[in-house]
């Protein structure tokens, strides 16, 4: 009996003791929660599968915390993983796990993004100011509801041509700045070494690079005489630049693998590169890291613009319509317009770079506290769980005093919102539903394969020049005429706006 | 007759219950993971936005045929139709003897060492994902400081842009799924001759049988019925071109050799989110699938063969 008295004392003990510290730590939660939480999908290429250490990464949320009075939590993922996308679609659409803050193309999204206008009013006048009412604008749909925060928008910087500048020192040239000088430099480079070719990192970045200098209206849609809405494949003068590469490609100035699958990086390491025509981060970052580490020492610079017969020969870069949104079963969207508008804030560019980047003093410092842009990371553990305005208008505000990121991070900010140093598309903000294109128009996507098929066959020599014509009604048998329509029927419902 | 019968069931039941038992995990994973799904093929039918949960299964509009005349109606529907045959063909005619060649030489190795570092050897590029494979082929077949146009150049030919050349893409693909594919294929060949009777070994061998002679007229006949059953399974996936080492390795020059279902479906279906259409394309593959292995496994029966049903 007295055992049994005993152990039932125990037991009631036991019980007693787990009831109170649930209840404590029940309260201890309830006390918590009234600071607002906020759930980030991975917004930078930094994070990974394993996150930011733990003990880290929560002093830079209590950090956050105490600075914006609301709870960020982050979402480790590999950002550059090709599944990132797909898994957070079926997140998204499965509703088994949070999800607040996350970016994409808008258009796709629209069943499950909030659209933001109150709350821009009422809690984003940062995220307004920082961009264009055109920015903003391609991010609207027809009926006016703001469905995300630009991302991106119109690029000037992301595709340029670099020159490698050894060799036109030592070819006793400038950096060209005509269309018309290009080909005279590669020969002059040829003279120093015999091996030095032109490199892209894809058949669209160098038509992005380089087509302004045959067409009018470069690479992006045309507006003809009856008000349809073209594709660039059909502009005059496409044709003459097709067959200026293939003169080029068959004389050997390319790479020879350059249109097909192959490592930028093991290309630029030869040394044979002269000029390199592509994204503009294959130098800025991926070749800035060889430099660094010391693997090659031959250096690139570009030419703020270059020029040929009809002005700029680059295209300004749209991508109107990736955005930052906000999930429509987010419980406090206040608290992630909130959250977002305190990073936004140009006048304290330390509260993107501190969401970024860490803590200020302890995981990074300026340079010039005055000047405010040139930081010094102190640290490197922290991935950036909890940056959710990255994009180019929170980019341009700083720049990581790295030799690795540096010139990634000047480009931009030199670039980026200068859009006179390319040709701006006739149709830059509308943006265009690319769902309802392949509903209304399912030839699109054959369009889109043929048209990158057929041009890098007929430059790698594959196909003559002599069947351009025959190519032109492959396009209207494959339902050119089709895509066109719908084009043009978007562009007249959305340019109204 | 019917009570007689269901006894017989649960008598069945009851005296094998440990067997029944052992065999219900797989029985539930069968049911959950591919039976159950197959519900959400009606997305076929109808007009999905990814985002509308199970709910919009149920409520989304039904738009019957639309994806499949999408499908079959696209400029391209031939040409890729056919790569996929061509591509799958290529490997049944070179890429399937293999495994069966390597395990008929494994048995006859004598030494057990020896044996065991061959398979082991043989089994790690299985392993390997598909991206470290695609970029050891890059590596291999460039034009720049590649293995192969080095030793061209050595011979005195001018270097070969094989990615990049229809001529050869095909060629590339079958040899590299031969190469990852054919230790781990071994495998159940080599454990169908570990059953063969030795006896007849030595009874052949009295008959004054030499090595060869044992395994054409010995090994090879004993593990027919794996080869037929695994050979009707490969015409059962004539569609299944393969979609990682296609995607990593293929570029604008050999689209029209190298283009398949699955990478045309991956551009225009799954990168727009238009999980309808890929799944009319899934369900087109899986009909055709269902089709040709019927059709292998009736044919096998004509000739005397075992079939898989």
């Keep these: ?497 | 007759m019917t009570a007689v019968k269901s006894m017989g069931f649960f008598h069945a039941l009851k005296k094998y219950r440990a067997y029944y038992l052992l065999a219900l995990p797989g029985l539930l994973y069968l049911l959950i993971f591919r039976y159950v799904p197959m519900a959400g093929l009606v997305i076929a039918f109808k007009d999905i936005s990814p985002f509308s949960g199970i709910q919009g299964i149920l409520t989304q509009p039904f738009v019957g045929f639309r994806w499949f005349q999408k499908f079959f109606h696209s400029y391209y529907f031939w040409n890729i139709l056919g790569n996929t045959i061509g591509i799958r063909l290529q490997w049944i005619l070179f890429g399937f003897p293999v495994p069966i060649i390597l395990a008929l030489s494994l048995n006859e190795v004598m030494s057990g060492g020896y044996k065991r570092v061959i398979q082991t050897v043989s089994y790690i590029p299985y392993f390997f994902s598909s991206v470290v494979v695609a970029g050891l082929v890059m590596t291999i077949l460039t034009t720049e400081g590649g293995l192969v146009n080095n030793i061209l150049r050595l011979l005195g030919r001018e270097p070969v842009m094989f990615l990049a050349s229809p001529k050869y893409f095909r060629s590339i693909l079958v040899v590299t799924y031969i190469w990852q594919g054919a230790g781990w294929g071994s495998i159940v060949y080599l454990a169908a001759i570990t059953g063969i009777d030795p006896q007849l070994y030595e009874s052949a061998g009295l008959d004054g049988a030499g090595r060869f002679q044992k395994a054409v007229h010995i090994t090879v006949p004993c593990i027919a019925s794996i080869i037929v059953l695994l050979l009707i399974l490969n015409i059962g996936n004539l569609l299944e071109a393969g979609f990682e080492i296609i995607f990593l390795l293929y570029s604008e020059p050999v689209y029209k050799v190298a283009d398949v279902i699955d990478t045309y479906v991956y551009r225009s279906g799954l990168i727009g989110m238009q999980y309808s259409f890929a799944t009319a394309v899934g369900l087109f593959k899986s009909i055709v699938a269902m089709i040709l292995l019927i059709l292998a496994d009736f044919t096998a029966k004509r000739l005397d063969q075992p079939g898989l049903f």
């Design chain 1, 1 to 497: 009996m007295t055992n049994r008295r005993v152990l039932a004392i125990l037991i009631a003990l036991g019980l007693v003791f787990t009831a109170t510290a649930s209840w404590a730590k029940g309260s201890t939660e309830t006390a918590v929660k009234t600071v607002p939480e906020v759930y980030i999908w991975p917004q930078v290429g930094t994070v990974t599968a394993q996150g930011t250490p733990k003990a880290k990464l929560e002093a830079i949320q209590k950090h956050l915390i105490e600075k914006t009075g609301i709870k960020p939590i982050g979402m480790p993922t590999d950002y550059y993983s090709t599944e990132n996308q797909t898994k957070l679609n079926l997140i998204l659409a499965s509703r088994q796990q949070r999800i607040d803050v996350f970016s994409g193309n808008w258009p796709e999204y629209v069943d499950v993004a909030l659209p933001l206008n109150d709350l821009l009013t009422k809690y984003g006048p940062n995220i307004l100011k920082a961009f264009s009412k055109e920015a903003m604008l391609a991010c609207t749909d027809k009926d006016g509801k703001i469905i995300g925060i630009p991302r991106l928008g119109v690029m000037g910087h992301t595709q340029f041509t670099w020159f490698q500048e050894d060799l036109l020192k030592k070819a006793g040239i400038a950096i060209p700045t005509t269309w018309a000088e290009i080909e005279p430099a590669l020969l002059a480079m040829r003279k120093v070494n015999p091996n030095a070719m032109i490199l892209t990192s894809s058949t669209n970045d160098f038509m992005r690079c380089w087509l302004g200098a045959f067409t009018k209206t470069g690479f992006a849609n045309w507006l003809d005489a009856n008000g349809k809405v073209q594709l660039f494949v059909t502009a005059d003068g496409f044709k003459t630049f097709v067959a200026t590469m293939a003169d080029w490609y068959r004389k050997g100035y390319f790479f020879k693998e350059t249109f097909i699958k192959h490592d930028d990086t093991e290309v630029l390491k030869s040394g044979n590169v002269g000029i390199f025509a592509g994204w503009y981060s294959r130098i800025t970052i991926l070749y800035s890291r060889l430099l660094a580490a010391g693997g090659v020492t031959a250096k690139y610079v570009m030419p703020d613009r270059i020029l040929g017969p009809n002005g700029p020969i680059a295209t300004d870069n749209v991508s109107n319509t990736n955005a930052i949104m906000i999930s429509k079963n987010c419980p406090d969207p206040a608290a992630a317009v909130k959250f977002l508008n305190w990073q936004y804030d140009t006048d304290h560019p330390e509260n993107v770079v501190t969401a970024n980047y860490g803590v200020e003093g302890t995981d990074w410092a300026w340079v010039n506290p005055k000047e405010k842009y040139l930081f010094n990371q102190l640290t490197k553990d922290y991935q950036g769980e909890f940056m959710a305005s990255a994009g180019l208008a929170t980019d341009v505000l700083l720049a990581p005093n790295t030799p690795e990121l540096l010139s990634h991070y000047t480009t931009i900010r030199k670039y980026a919102l200068n859009l006179s140093n390319g040709i701006l598309p006739f149709d830059a903000t509308v943006a265009y539903d690319g769902k309802e294109l392949k509903n209304r128009a399912p030839a699109v996507d054959d369009i889109n394969r043929m048209v990158s098929e057929q041009v890098v066959q007929f430059i790698m020599g594959a196909r003559p020049m002599g069947d351009w014509d025959a190519f032109l009604g492959e396009l209207k048998k494959a339902g050119y005429d089709s895509v066109v329509e719908e084009n043009t029927r978007q562009y007249n419902l959305l340019k109204k706006k």
